[in-house]
């Protein structure tokens, strides 16, 4: 079979049809107005958690992030927390552990500052990581802001999206 037999069936046009590739964004949430929703939760304004997430997601470290957002880095570390950035905490799985008891009541303060090997501020910010919780709504409208997707879940998000048009290998016989 020749290139000429194989073309025999073909139709030649002088436009391309557009096709586009298919994508998924999932960057629509309003990121400001979800911070304002939860400000009462976090531990400064939300215009503060904007410039603050902002400085974080561009690079700079906790300390920088909460300076330009005029926020003491403590501060800022505890927004990251709720926000759902993890290893913020200061203190080992070792020492975290020092501190639950300390929370459950088995050590007293000082014994658990000494055992931990903290100083006050770090002792404090270990304190507010353990008995906070990141606010999963947040977190996950600070994930889908954030220019780097974190750890896979995009990917999945996008292949579940695009499941329909994709051929996997049982298509191929």
Partial sequence: MGLSEIAAGLELT????????????????????????????????????????????????????????????????????????????????????????????????ADALELTGADEAEFALAAYVETHDPITELAEAVRRDASAPLAGDALVSKRDALAETMSGSADLR
């Fill in 14 to 109: 002088t436009k391309q049809r557009e096709r586009g590739v298919a994508t998924v964004d999932d960057t629509d949430v309003d990121l400001d107005a979800r911070l304002r929703e939860y400000e009462a939760d976090l531990p400064c304004t939300a215009a503060g958690a904007a410039t603050a997430l902002e400085e974080y997601n561009a690079g700079a470290s906790v300390g920088d992030a909460g300076e330009a957002a005029a926020l003491a880095p403590v501060t800022a570390a505890k927004l990251l927390h709720r926000c759902g950035f993890e290893g913020v905490t200061p203190l080992s799985p070792t020492a975290r552990r020092v501190l639950r008891d300390w929370i459950d009541g088995r050590v007293s303060r």
